[in-house]
């Protein structure tokens, strides 16, 4: 039959060695591999090179892993009834992981996952604590105020529990709508408040909901848009108007005032370009869409410099300018001016560039220049071109480049009425010298009985 294998060998201190002689150290030792397919109690330690379970292993005591195996020789398992079970170090000091009987695990440092970190449950959460003395603790949970929804919890107090106690700073419901409970900061910015911020604190952009954090005093529920920490641009609250104001430095002249603003403090700069590109362009329209005023109370535009109005177009097409006496010195007759208007030229013309064409009248101000040099203005044509500097960046600059010649047309009446007057006068003379002249004759006939 041959050799029949050792199976189950005793010494004389009933030590059981399967698969080899007891060392009469163990009450039983395995040579080989050791598999259970059921249950396994152990009353003590468990140690050994290798085992496979299939089935159930329960210890009250501890299970070691030899230092060939895959943990090494850094740590080994405890398992009991009240601690649940752990990972601990070589010196049985640290726990590495622990596993509470409910299911709670808690790692001594970080988690290294090659796929996921699974977290099931309702309303299943990720703590994050900071060991810090003064960091609140995080959290990330599922169906935290309603099915389907995820929050980012921070606890409310230092070391605080952020789901029991704490503020939602990231929230995203069932359909995917986001809610920040502050800003939204893309970048490092110098801003805080309730606001949506893009840059690195110097050159950046931010839409500010409310103002907070600002040394400005904002409406509640004010928009305001803002560039190298500075306002640009602000949208008033509803109740309000909801006006929008436009500034280059922050300031303007009534920041909640129940109208339209464009701010501006640079000098020989204007204010607002309008740029019409079509071939055939029109210009800003002026439309009182529920009224028809037609009086000189209501008017479509007004120019007011810093101490009184300069120029209105009232709502019935007149228009008026400033001429206050109180704001005129050194008043003095005008010269005469019937020969000079006399020497004026009416002509005849058409545009160079002009969509339709067609004849106009008017005067030529050169030659208007010669007889009333006051009456013409020369303006510089003004253009801007980029230039790009050494350390390559583009800035733009404007240059003159000929100038154009116009003339004060709102001044032409009045001349037209000192001449009116001089014409006046001097008809009348001549009148009053033809009736003197006529009556003289009427006495001759008279003394001559015809």
Avoid at 246 to 256: A, C, F, L, Q, R
Avoid at 258 to 287: C, D, K, Q
Wanted: glycine content about 10%; charged content about 20%; proline content about 2%.
């Amino acid at each position: 039959m041959g050799t029949i294998p050792l199976a189950i060998l005793t010494d004389a201190s009933n030590n059981v060695g399967i698969g080899a002689a007891p060392s009469g150290s163990y009450k039983l030792e395995v040579t080989g591999t050791a598999k259970v397919s059921s249950t396994l109690l152990l009353g003590g330690a468990l140690t050994g090179a290798a085992a496979t379970f299939s089935g159930t292993l329960t210890a009250n005591g501890t299970i070691q892993q030899n230092s060939s195996q895959d943990l090494g020789t850094s740590a080994y398992f405890s398992a009991n009834v009240t601690n649940g079970f752990r990972v601990l170090n070589a010196a049985n000091t640290i726990g590495l992981l622990s596993i509470t009987n409910a299911g709670a695990a808690t790692f001594s440092s970080s988690v290294t996952a090659g796929d996921q970190i699974k977290v099931t449950g309702s309303g299943a959460y990720l703590s994050i604590y900071d060991t810090q003395a003064s960091s609140k603790n995080w959290a990330i949970r599922a169906g935290h105020d309603a099915v389907g929804d995820l929050a980012i919890r921070q606890s409310n107090s230092t070391g605080g529990d952020p789901i029991s106690a704490g503020t939602n700073r990231l929230y995203f419901s069932s359909t995917g709508a986001a809610t920040f409970s502050t800003s939204i900061t893309i970048g490092t910015s110098g801003y805080a408040g309730n606001e949506l911020q893009m840059g690195n604190g110097s050159t950046d952009f931010a839409i500010d909901l409310a103002g907070s954090g600002k040394t400005d005093v904002y409406n509640s529920g004010t928009l305001t848009f803002n560039t190298a920490l500075t306002e640009r641009m602000r949208i008033t609250q509803i109740a309000s108007g909801g006006y929008t104001k436009i500034t280059n430095n922050g300031s303007y002249v009534n920041s909640s005032g129940n109208y339209h603003e464009i701010y501006t403090n640079r000098n020989n700069e204007n204010v607002v370009y309008i740029t019409n590109v079509a071939a055939s362009p029109y210009g800003p329209f002026l439309y009182f869409s529920n009224a028809a005023p037609n009086n000189t109370t209501n008017y479509f535009l007004q120019c007011v410099d810093s101490s009184v109005v300069c120029f209105t177009i009232w709502s019935n097409g007149t228009t008026s300018g400033r001429s206050d006496i109180r704001l005129k010195k050194n008043i003095a007759n005008a010269t005469p001016k019937l020969d000079n208007l006399m020497k004026l030229r009416i002509v005849n013309y058409e545009w160079k560039e002009s969509i339709e064409g067609g004849k106009e009248l008017g005067l030529i101000a050169q030659e208007v220049e010669e007889v009333f040099p006051n009456l013409v203005i020369t303006e510089p044509i003004k253009k801007k071109r980029e230039i790009e500097q050494e350390d390559g960046t583009i800035i733009e600059e404007e240059y003159e480049e000929g100038d154009y010649k116009s003339i004060k047309n709102s001044v032409l009446p009045y001349i037209t009425i000192k001449a009116v007057q001089e014409l006046k006068i001097e008809k009348d003379a001549e009148i009053l010298e033809l009736k003197k002249q006529i009556e003289e004759l009427n006495e001759r006939l008279n003394k001559a009985g015809l």
